[in-house]
């Protein structure tokens, strides 16, 4: 049986350069999909997995994240005078108890991996979940529970994946499979952003991970990948012959909030999942699309 995940890094200190210029000032985690913020949902799916301890490494600049899931006392009291019961308990709700979030600051944004080496020390031996919260996941099961499930019967490495089209492999980490009942797929190896004719296949990492702490050993080295870059994936590869590692297909509907075109579909699916919004939206998408 697996040792259990109680702490999942968060890495919110990219510069969100695709998101120019709403990114100027504002962290690109802070925008709203419908009506919170891109990482309150990350957040969210991990709490609903039992992670306990959040660890954000962030940038200089990008301290709207933290005070978001701190208390706002002012405005708390405000509403609290107002008798604004509901509103209070939305605020609320996004808040994280001091002793439950920590922060690091990522000082140059070397690259995904140099992001989780940043958290190391925060980490200690255990296994931890990794969200990145641009990859939005709309299930019935949070997707992160459903990989600690996965975990605590193969332990290691398990990340969730699905298959993508052949030409936007270089997009992403992709699994050399060594075997796969069709939920969970182990490999024997990972690449980093394959030209599709290079790719030893087409399941993709996406932005959940649930690691074994010997991924640090390899971070450590502080070696440089693609775009020059410290790449998670590659630390991964070079652990695979001593922790096991699996790919599981999770259940639900991944949204690529990093881009335009999938932040804006992220927003229609979000809001249709919505009981509230769902039956004034579809007429209006439907005349928009008439
Ligand atoms: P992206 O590749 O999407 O980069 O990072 P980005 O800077 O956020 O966005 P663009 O490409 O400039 O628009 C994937 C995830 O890894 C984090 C990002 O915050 C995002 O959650 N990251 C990336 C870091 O925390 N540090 C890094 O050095 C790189």
Redesign the pocket.
Known sequence: MAQRVRKAV???????????PA?KVIP??MIPVVDKPVVQYAVEEARAAGIEEFIF???EGKEAIAAHFSAQEVLEKSLEAKNKTAELKLVRDASLAPGNMQLVI?G?????G??VWCAKELVGREPFAVI???DMVLARTSCMKQLIDAHAKVGGHVVAVEDVPRDQTSRYGILDVASDDGKLASARGLVEKPQPEKAPSTLAII?RYVLDPSVFDELDKHTRGAGN??QLTDALNKTIARTPFHGLRFEGKRYDC?TRVGFVEANVAFALANPDLAPRLKPLLARLMG
């Open positions: 968060l890495p919110v200190a990219g510069l969100g350069t695709r998101f120019l990114t690109k985690e490494v962030s940038a990522q140059e944004p070397l690259g995904l140099h992001a990145l919260p641009d932005g870059e410290i990093g």
